[in-house]
């Protein structure tokens, strides 16, 4: 929605495996973040990125890494030094005056 | 402190009834307001943003601003059963260089 696409829909993770989330908008919006949202639970914030090639840590850093070369887009990796990966993560992008959300992916440790 | 606090929850109005949440936050720099609403098991569905003092209409939504008292709500009215799923409360914070802070959420049911 909102001109943001995360990919894929459903991932599966195996342990010890680095697995990467992907979300670009066309919004044209300077900001992007992410947040895992766990079953019955609120929104935790991840990472968030107000310009391209700069990102800070959110509430639950630990055992994720983001990289943001083009506006567009800010890839999560999901790291092997995360212990409890399995959730619903969702991207989001922001303006000034407002925040859309992707679809999410759904990641699962199997 | 939590930064965003929203009412907690489950909501409960019958149907064609003002359903009312609110929403307090912590940071005076904060200058973005915006309320979403989310069914079980998707994404975020952004129903109003407001950034001015005071009320914004739109459709059977209406969100109020109160800055100096650091409050926003959102009133639906003619509430119906679809209307039923769980409201988040985000404040963008500009001191925080454009941090997007959630509230805990608050489930509405409302009873045909």
């Known amino acids: 929605d909102g001109g943001i696409t995360q990919s894929p829909k459903y991932l599966f993770r195996k342990e010890g495996q680095n697995v990467t989330l992907s979300c670009e908008q066309n919004l044209n919006h300077d900001a992007m973040y992410w947040y895992r949202q766990d079953p019955g639970q609120g929104l935790r914030l991840i990472y968030y990125?107000?310009?391209?090639?700069?990102?800070q840590k959110g509430d639950i850093a630990e055992g994720y890494s983001v990289s943001r070369e083009k506006k567009e887009s800010f890839p999560l990796t999901v790291t092997s030094a995360q212990k409890n990966p399995t959730a619903f993560y969702l991207c989001?992008?922001?303006?000034?005056?407002?925040?859309?959300f992707g679809q999410g992916t759904r990641l699962t440790v199997v | 402190q939590k930064e965003v606090e929203q009412n907690s929850g489950p909501l409960s109005v019958p149907e064609g009834a003002i359903a009312s949440l609110n929403c307090t936050y912590s940071d005076r720099g904060s200058q973005s307001f915006f309320w979403y609403r989310q069914y079980s098991g998707k994404s975020p569905e952004l129903i109003m943003s407001?950034?001015?003092?005071g009320d914004k209409e739109d459709g059977r939504f209406t969100a109020q601003l109160n800055k100096a008292s650091q409050y926003v709500s959102l009133l639906i009215r003619d509430s119906q059963p679809s209307d039923s799923a769980t409201y988040l409360c985000a404040v963008k914070s500009y001191n925080q260089g454009g941090k997007l802070i959630f509230g805990q959420g608050t489930e509405l049911s409302v009873k045909p």
């Open positions: 407001i950034y001015s003092n």
């Open positions: 989001a992008s922001s303006g000034w005056r407002e925040a859309f």
């Open positions: 990125s107000q310009i391209v090639n700069d990102f």
